[in-house]
């Protein structure tokens, strides 16, 4: 009975809702189908603007909650724990491991995956008539990007249009006042695991976070986003600053790391263990905040 | 019967055949030490390369030597402590240790090496009653048994994977086999304990390598020598699982190690045990820390050293197993 009325509810608003809504653009809206290309490059269908979604990702969660659509959410995965609400709604497993019978369970008009590592659900979905829609922003731009098209998907609104154009201009702002010349540029090291040691190579989010807050990732050419790399590469490069994104080190122990006392950040005690590595990690609205966190602290002592 | 027993064994003979085996082991040293991806600076060489390339010499050692030991006791060249299971369960003792004693950082360097002993050896002895027939251990049960246990206690690994959180890439490189650790005081004195544990285990092994010889004749043929056949086994068994658990517990699970280097040594230098240990533990570290180079060097990324002795070893195993069903 509630599924249905919530159904009568979702035909309601796009019967009333669509013909206000639709918006020239790139985005065609005819005969009742709409078509969007997501962040794959895939072209997802949809009859109607959805109104029951599953997030399958932390970052895709405050993603929908940012552009004001979080009560539409109805799963999530056991790692989305922002906003607080987030806690709320019902999970669908892990990040690797939704569990596909309770998202057909919860029969969902839209499921948002991100990342090359869930294709694998998007055809499985897909076959169970499920319209999935790809969000894999991997860097700040393409994040704006992902977020206008997502925003497009879910019902253009006044508040998400505005919220995303206040983070672009904060995004701008940062990017002026962090800004540094390339040789003024701080070396950065960036640990995401202790054991195996684990770095982001420059075509990460984290990476971008670091280049637009004025450092310099030293882990660049890596061929994935994260990688387990040889100590040994981290004291030849000597980074001016350590950043531990991962709560089992705390900076205190890097000089204790056996051979790592000749790093200059080792020396000079720059190792920074204090910003909360999801507003990093994850490709979502909080990374303005990861970017003035980053840039405070690559200033300090300057 | 001592005349029988030494007939063919020169002392002189097996310390020169020893002393190859070490030179060969120290230059692979000296070479590993010049190989790696930031240069030769002696900062690099001392602290980072060689406490890395001293780890593989004991991991790797340890590996063959009980390979060594397993596959005289069983009478059974497809022995080893990866396909017995032994790793597996030391595996997971270890990955216990390390879910348990997350926080605190002290009393895990040595009670995670003594966990990974306990499962070791608890696989080891379960393997060895399930595949017992009747006083004999025939292969075909014996490496059914390893397998199944360490099929199961792999699952058991893979089912803690899912409570764990924070300590998911550490367990996944523990599967993989993994010698890149970062070194402070406490992994120093874990290495330390393991290095104590394989040291005593090395010299127990060694004490009893003539017994293995007559155990390698066949049982009965060793008791009616004056062995006591049980004894030795439990005492054998017993220490290549807490060598085998105690290096399993700071590098992972390394397979085809312990199965490759005894038979090399077999084909070069014959199969009394006396040299066949020892020259085993040197070129099981010559082995290693070649691998281990090649992981840490090769690509920009480290690729875990498991999946480089895999890729040599499962070819070799299979060679083995097409010969062993041949002419015998």
Request: net charge neutral; proline share 5%.
């Amino acid at each position: 009975m509630k599924r249905s009325s919530h159904r009568l509810a979702a035909l309601l608003i796009l019967v009333f809702g669509s013909a206000a809504c639709s918006s020239p653009g790139d985005n065609t809206e005819a005969a009742n189908i709409i078509k969007f290309t997501d962040d794959l490059g895939r072209v997802v269908e949809l009859s109607k603007r959805p109104e029951r979604i599953i997030s399958l990702a932390p970052n895709i969660t405050e993603i929908v909650f940012f552009l004001g659509s979080g009560e539409k959410l109805i799963g999530v995965t056991s790692y989305c724990d922002w906003p607080p609400q987030a806690r709320e709604i019902p999970r669908v497993g892990d990040f690797s491991h939704p569990s596909i019978e309770r998202i057909v369970e919860l029969s969902p008009d839209l499921v948002l995956t991100t990342s090359h590592e869930q294709d694998r659900w998007i055809g499985k979905l897909f076959s169970l008539g499920i319209p999935v829609y790809s969000v894999y922003p991997h860097d700040c731009e393409a994040l704006l990007n992902s977020m206008e098209n997502l925003l497009g998907l879910l019902g253009d609104t006044p508040a998400g249009l505005d919220s995303i154009r206040i983070m672009a201009e904060k995004l701008a702002k940062l990017g002026k006042t962090f800004h540094l010349e390339g040789n003024e540029r701080p070396g950065v090291f960036i640990e995401i695991s202790k054991s195996p040691l684990m770095t982001a190579g420059s075509s990460s989010f984290v990476s971008d976070l670091i280049e637009r807050a004025g450092g310099r990732n030293i882990a660049s050419g890596l061929p994935r986003d994260y990688c387990v790399i040889n100590a040994e590469r981290v004291i030849k490069s000597d980074p001016d600053i350590v950043f531990l994104f991962h709560g089992l080190s705390k900076k205190e122990e890097l000089s204790r790391r056996i051979g790592w006392g000749s790093i200059g950040a080792v020396k000079k005690g720059r190792v920074y263990d204090d910003i909360d590595p999801d507003i990093v990690l994850r490709p979502g609205p909080r990374a303005v905040l990861g970017i003035k966190e980053i840039g405070e602290r690559l200033r300090e002592g300057n | 019967m001592k005349e029988i027993e030494e007939a063919g064994f020169s002392r002189t003979r097996s310390v020169r055949q020893l002393s190859a085996f070490f030179l060969l082991l120290v230059g692979v040293t000296i070479l590993s030490l010049y190989t790696g991806p930031a240069g030769s600076e002696l900062e690099i060489i001392t602290k980072v390369r060689l406490p890395r390339i001293l780890l593989g010499v004991i991991v790797g050692g340890t590996l063959a030597m009980s390979g060594a030991v397993f596959q005289g006791i069983l009478r059974n060249p497809l022995a080893d402590p990866y396909i017995l299971g032994t790793s597996t369960g030391g595996a997971l003792g270890a990955i216990i240790g390390l879910l348990i004693f997350s926080g605190s950082k002290m009393v895990s360097s040595i009670f995670i090496p003594l966990l990974a002993f306990a499962g070791s050896f608890l696989t080891t002895f379960l393997v060895y009653l399930l595949s017992r027939r009747g006083g004999r251990v025939p292969r075909e049960t014996l490496l059914l048994s390893g397998v199944i246990i360490g099929t199961l206690f792999g699952a058991v690994i893979m089912f803690l994977m899912t409570w764990a959180e924070k300590e998911l890439h550490e367990i996944l490189y523990v599967l993989m086999g993994f010698l890149g650790i970062i070194w402070t005081g406490e992994t120093v004195t874990t290495v330390v304990t393991v290095t104590v544990m394989v040291a005593a285990g090395s010299a127990i092994i060694y004490y009893h390598s003539r017994d293995l010889n007559l155990l390698s004749l066949g049982e009965e043929q060793a008791f009616s020598l004056g062995v006591d056949v049980e004894r030795t086994k439990i005492i054998l068994f017993f220490s290549a699982s807490l060598i085998t658990g105690a290096v399993v517990s700071v590098s992972g699970l390394i397979g085809f190690v312990g199965l490759i280097v005894p038979h090399i040594i077999r084909m070069a230098l014959g199969s009394d045990n006396r040299v066949l240990i020892p020259a085993s533990f040197l070129a099981g570290s010559s082995l290693l820390v070649v691998a281990d180079t090649v992981a840490r060097s090769v690509f920009l990324q480290e690729i875990p050293v498991g999946v480089v002795t895999a890729i040599f070893g499962a070819p070799f195993f299979i060679y083995l197993l097409r010969r062993e069903r041949g002419p015998g």
